[in-house]
């Protein structure tokens, strides 16, 4: 089974600001979900990183895991989220996981 993760910050790419709050970029990642038929789930998390050009950056980021969704639809999502949140870029992880369900 494959997981995927794409983690998504909220600053604006060109005013390194929060512009909304976070309850309408939740809104957003669902309905772009939705469109897509795509079982998800996702956490609010908050961190930090080095930008590219060496500013390290904190923020509030959503991060969106997909189980088992294909490989292009993942990209579509990615692109989608960066665009509609006003990124540079968008983080995906992916990975193998074992599951099993319990009844």
Known sequence: MTKTDIYVGLNDQDTKQQRFETK?????????????KVPFSFNVSEGGYIHESGEYVQETSLVLT??????????????????????????????????????
Do not use: P, R
């Open 66 to 103: 997909l189980i088992d969704v294909d490989d292009g639809i993942v990209e579509e999502i990615a692109k989608d989220l960066c665009m509609f949140f006003g990124q540079e870029s968008v983080l995906v992880t992916k990975g193998i996981v074992e599951s099993y369900s319990v009844k």
């Open 24 to 36: 309408k970029y939740i809104t957003v990642l669902k309905d772009v979900c939705k469109s897509y």
